[in-house]
């Protein structure tokens, strides 16, 4: 089946800073979810995005479907930007394959 | 907004007992999911549903069974809890392909 895989696992930042995470994806999706998941534990959904460039605020993602790739960039990081996040690729039918999280810290 | 909703915040039971783990979503969403979560591992779909009664073994159903009697709730159940168990479950209602996330339930399993 489709393998997610993001990178880096980990990441610390200092307040302000800008980052960049990635996904890969080993097939051809449907569709493509960035999600946040904070330190109370819930998953709130941050970009829905098959392909192009979105923005929201701080945030903005972009989805190369072609290339088999997706990216997240966060500038002028907060601490609450603390957390985990996930991509979720969605397949034909009712599969949503996660990867395995980048845990970020931001530290003030 | 959608609204996912996960009875227990936090849940603590001993080896071998029944659990019941229950979400309701307010958006008469036809598909429901269950997963878990675990450190280094992402979220892991152990059943869905597509509709009332209607279910479908995720990749970890082993030790899991599923209840959708109502079409907005839908019930995870250990059968018997073992320690391997232990662990964050999240349910999620979906609309289209986008997915949305009760708080979780972290289960402690002694």
């Known amino acids: 089946g489709i393998q997610v895989e993001q990178s880096p696992p980990d990441l610390i930042l200092q307040e302000g800073a800008n980052s960049t995470l990635r996904c890969n994806f080993s097939?051809?999706?449907?569709?493509l979810q960035w999600f946040h998941q904070n330190p109370w534990g819930q998953l709130i959904n941050l970009f829905y995005?098959?392909?192009g460039t979105k923005q929201n605020g701080r945030l903005s993602a972009t989805t190369v479907a072609t290339e088999r790739y997706s990216l997240l960039y966060i500038s002028s990081s907060q601490t609450t930007d603390s957390g985990v996040y996930f991509c979720?690729?969605?397949?034909?039918?009712?599969?949503?394959?996660f990867g395995a999280g980048t845990r970020l810290f931001v530290k003030a | 907004d959608v609204k996912v909703t996960q009875s227990s915040r936090y849940l603590v039971k001993r080896t071998g007992e029944k659990v019941f783990l229950e979400c309701v979503q307010d958006?008469?969403?036809?598909?429901m999911f269950w997963y878990r979560q675990d450190p280094g591992l992402g979220l892991r779909l152990i059943y869905f549903?597509?509709?009332?009664?209607?279910?479908e073994k995720g990749d970890i159903p082993e030790g899991y069974s599923v209840s959708r009697e109502k079409k907005e709730r839908f019930s995870l159940i250990l059968e018997s809890a073992s320690t391997n168990q232990t662990s964050m479950y999240l349910c999620?209602?979906?609309?289209?392909?986008?997915?949305?996330f009760g708080s979780g339930t972290q289960l402690s399993v002694l």
């Open positions: 995005i098959p392909s």
């Open positions: 979720a690729a969605i397949t034909g039918g009712f599969k949503t394959i």
């Open positions: 999620a209602s979906r609309r289209g392909e986008k997915l949305f």
């Open positions: 097939d051809s999706v449907n569709n």
């Open positions: 549903s597509y509709d009332v009664k209607m279910k």
């Open positions: 958006m008469d969403h036809e598909n």
